[in-house]
């Protein structure tokens, strides 16, 4: 498993990152009821999940984790409640498939923020900001040629251009296309 570091102050063990998927909580003793609900970060060491129902501080539970099409069942302590970040649970234990799947799916996720990252580095926000900005070039002109066709005078346009947005020529612009090496 790649090596993450967790920030400053962190007092986790294990890094949790942003995740989806819906988790069955089961509590102990069972009593034949189960809560659902919506994962919010996923760790080796735990994860928070939005619940409709608070559970107490210290509640054993029994938790089954769906995220796309893998799941596992792990046995989980509740550790923390918050009305808006939701209910924080740190597994106690987990079988050995359990685990193959839980760390290939954290591997994932810490792959996808890496790849975020990148995406969202200084120069590719650069050309994100050219291409955007051809963009709003390439809208402008052609809703002056619109205006133009309206008979409105469009006073930066060339008689050319009024003359083809007159005879309905519309510009054909090239597609917008963005190419992203993920595999960098």
């Not at 400053?8 to 609900?37: I, Q, T, V, W």
């Not at 996808?112 to 650069?126: A, H, I, V, Y």
Request: aromatic share 4%.
């Amino acid at each position: 498993m790649a090596e993450i570091l967790l920030k400053e102050g962190e007092r986790r063990r294990s890094p949790r990152f942003h995740c989806g998927g819906m988790a069955r909580l089961y509590c102990l003793p069972l009593d034949g009821n189960s809560l659902r609900g919506e994962i919010h970060d996923l760790s080796v060491g735990g994860m928070r999940l939005g619940l409709i129902q608070p559970l107490e501080v210290g509640r054993a539970t029994e938790v089954v984790v769906a995220v796309n099409a893998e799941s596992f069942r792990a046995a989980a302590l509740v550790k923390g409640l918050h009305p808006l970040c939701g209910t924080r649970l740190e597994f106690t234990r987990i079988g050995d498939f359990g685990k193959e799947i839980l760390a290939d799916l954290v591997q994932r996720l810490a792959t996808m923020q890496s790849l975020n990252r990148k995406l969202r580095g200084p120069q590719m926000e650069k050309e994100t900001a050219q291409l955007l900005l051809k963009q709003e070039i390439f809208q402008l002109v052609r809703r002056g040629d619109a205006l133009a066709s309206a008979g409105e005078k469009n006073p930066g346009q060339n008689e050319t251009d009024t003359k083809r947005a007159e005879e309905g020529d519309a510009i054909e612009g090239k597609p917008l296309v963005i190419q992203v090496d993920v595999f960098v």
